[in-house]
Structures are given as C-alpha cells and as structure tokens.
C-alpha cells in the first residue's frame, strides 16, 4: 500500500530535549517536506527536499533541521524544542515540485513541549 | 511572500444546504490545489485546477478556478455529514518547490 509513515506518532517531551521525527514514504517520490500545523494558523511549510542531498527553507524553518540522505526517508530534527514548537506535524511527499503535484500527507505527530 | 486567504473561516449547514468556500491568492497562480481533513485526521488530495476559467466536478462538489488565475472556489451541493471536515486550497508559494496553503474552512454539519 502507497502510503507514508511518521514516527512516533503522540510525543511528549521537556524543553532543551533534542528530538527527531522519523517520515518515510513508499512511493519513490521525489519531494518530501514537512509541515506544522496550529489553530487558526493552518498549515505552515517548514523544509521540504526536491532530492536526496537536496533541501530548502519553508515559511517557518527556525528552531528545525532536516535531512534527506536516502530518497525514502526525511527526518526532521528539532535540537532544543521550546514551548512555541507545540504543534501537530505532517510529513508529506509527492513525485514532482510540492507547488505543482499533488501531497500525500503521513498521519501526523503531535508533539508537546513543557 | 505570497498569500493565500480564504474565506470564511467557519461554515455551520444543515445537511442538506449548499456550502461554498473561497479562496485568494495575492499573485497569480500555476495552478491550485485543494485538500480536505477529517476531524483526527491528515489532509487529503481533492482535486487540481490549472487552466484559467477553469471547472471540474466530482459528485457534488464543484471546484472553479478565476479567469486570472488569482482565486477559486470549491462548491458543495446538499451537503452530508460525511462532508464534515476542513477544507483547504493551496498553491505555489512564490516558486514551484513550496506550497502555501489557505488557513482552510471547518464546516459543520447538523444531521
């Protein structure tokens, strides 16, 4: 089944702790990225990976990282999550450019920060 | 940066009403995608509108792209439960890597 994974799926967790969220995607797509969504702010683009090797800035990157060293895979990293990094995350991927295919989205981490 | 609004940001029907949501981009687009979420759950790929003046239809809902290329609509007929959700369009955040998405429409729908 086409599909993409996240991992773990609820996480909670202290400030200052660093953390990673796994995403991975079977579909040997191309373009991966990663999303945050809040009330009232829908979703926001973070990072996303046009290939392996290859990353960008979204609209709201400070305080992530990423990488993308295998097609399949693209973590995202957050070294000292603070409080405002609360959030419901998406991972997302797509055969072509984000802004011209269609996503599939994973089902999402909801992570907290005390 | 570019923008995408849409409007409203709440939407309560009845079942059986129409419902209609909005959206505005700050620039022309590509093209445009929407997205619906389930309460619980992930968004999911609806539909894509390229062509200017463009209009496609699945089922009751009906989606239409502006003649500038600079808003859209999704419209639903007679509205069900199953219909509840977030509704959100999306489109090319100033290059074709990045998408921006609408803040999307919660509608609601009384049985």
């Known amino acids: 089944e086409a599909q993409v994974t996240q991992n773990p799926r609820y996480l909670i967790t202290v400030t200052g702790k660093k953390l990673t969220v796994t995403c991975s995607q079977n579909m040997n797509h191309e373009y991966m990225s990663w999303y945050r969504q809040d009330p009232g702010l829908g979703l926001r683009q973070i990072y996303y990976?046009?290939?392996?090797?290859?990353?960008d800035k979204g609209d709201v990157p400070e305080g992530y990282k990423v990488s993308r060293k295998e097609k399949r895979n693209f973590p995202l990293i957050l070294e000292s999550p603070s409080p405002n990094q609360t959030s419901l995350y998406f991972c997302?991927?797509?055969f072509g450019a984000g802004g011209t295919y269609e996503q599939y989205f994973g089902p999402g981490t909801r992570l907290t920060v005390t | 940066g570019q923008q995408v609004m849409q409007i409203p940001q709440y939407q309560h029907v009845q079942e059986g009403e129409d419902f209609t949501t909005y959206c505005n981009s700050s620039t022309t687009l590509s093209n445009i995608q929407w997205y619906k979420q389930r309460p619980g759950g992930h968004p999911v790929f609806l539909i894509q509108?390229?062509?200017?003046?463009e209009v496609k239809k699945q089922k009751r809902l009906t989606f239409q792209f502006g003649e500038a290329k600079k808003n859209s609509s999704l419209h639903i007929t007679a509205t069900q439960t199953t219909d509840v959700g977030t509704y959100f369009c999306a489109g090319p955040g100033g290059s074709n890597y990045k998408l921006t998405f609408g803040k999307g429409t919660l509608l609601t729908v009384n049985p």
């Open positions: 997302a991927s797509s």
């Open positions: 990976s046009m290939n392996v090797e290859v990353t």
């Open positions: 509108l390229v062509k200017s003046g």
